[in-house]
């Protein structure tokens, strides 16, 4: 039981900290388990939406792994060094579509 | 808005995105475009300690995750976009950037060896734009073999958004393409 509470407690603090930050105006997150010969890859369509481009971000994580960060909307991609884990994609912009996938 | 008023206003706006509660006092370095912004945040997030690597990624260890928002808010804040480009797009705009689509990110991926399907119209790429807007980096086919240099280097070449000065006039597609070249 003991177990089970750190491993929920350290995994709610992980997504946590992978939803970061949470002001984005528009994110999502999820768990992603791959094949042993795949990679998490993570895309997303954003739009400025009402924002400025001064202070445009969209970002995919997944947790303890490489970052991707964009400073212009567009549809952007990228393929993370790891099989499974929490990711994420937030953007203080619109985001129009996004997700996690194995390839 | 007086300069001063945009910076402290903006750089507001990154410390609420990033959730810095007690954002350190960053001075400006230069004032950037759109598509400048990208290059300059990798060179800063290096001296941060948060080195870019050749896919465009930064790796962040669980517990550098604090630091890294940090370096964030101050790379951001050091190098804001021009005030005249920080303006939330109108129709005009969203005209603008189907022709910079057509005239120049398409073009530029198939130059690349990319195949991209006809995209929509004018009216429709317009109607589109606030639910779905049309990206052509989605047709982008690239091998799993170095993914993430090669489609780094494609959005470095083929820029997605139209930069700043196209998008609010200050410049043609033409004149952009040339002055970059130069």
């Not at chain 1, 930050?21 to 105006?25: D, G, R, V």
């Not at chain 1, 912009?93 to 129009?96: H, I, P, R, V």
């Given at each position: 039981m003991k177990n089970t509470l750190v491993v929920f407690c350290a995994t709610f603090l992980s997504i946590g900290l992978l939803a970061s930050?949470?002001?984005?105006?528009g994110s999502t997150s999820g768990w992603k388990e791959c094949g042993a010969n795949q990679r998490i890859a993570i895309s997303s369509s954003t739009a400025l939406g009402g924002v400025s481009s001064s202070i445009f971000s969209v970002g995919h994580q997944v947790l303890g792994g490489n970052n991707f960060n964009w400073t212009t909307a567009g549809f952007h991609k990228a393929k993370h060094n790891k099989i499974q884990g929490n990711w994420a994609i937030s953007t203080n912009?619109?985001?129009?579509s996004g997700g996690a996938s194995c390839e | 808005m007086s300069v001063e008023e945009y910076v402290a206003e903006t750089q507001a706006s990154w410390a609420t995105y990033l959730k810095i509660e007690n954002p350190p006092a960053v001075e400006v370095i230069r004032f950037v475009d759109t598509d400048e912004v990208t290059l300059v945040f990798r060179e800063c997030m290096g001296e941060k300690g948060f080195p870019t690597d050749p896919g465009g990624g930064i790796n962040v260890p669980l517990e550098q995750q604090e630091p890294f928002e940090l370096a964030q808010y101050i790379c951001r804040s050091s190098y804001l976009v021009k005030q005249e480009y920080a303006k939330a797009p109108g129709p005009e705009q969203v005209a603008i950037q189907y022709d910079w689509t057509v005239q120049f990110v398409i073009p530029c991926l198939e130059e690349s060896g990319q195949h991209i399907p006809e995209p929509p119209s004018r009216a429709e790429f317009i109607d589109q734009w606030d639910s779905a807007p049309y990206w052509p980096f989605k047709h982008v086919v690239v091998a799993n073999e170095n993914f993430n240099e090669q489609w780094d280097a494609l959005e470095l070449k083929c820029v997605q958004s139209a930069p700043g000065a196209v998008l609010w006039g200050e410049m043609t597609i033409d004149e952009w393409v040339a002055q970059r070249s130069m």
């Open positions: 930050p949470a002001s984005a105006a912009g619109t985001l129009n | -």
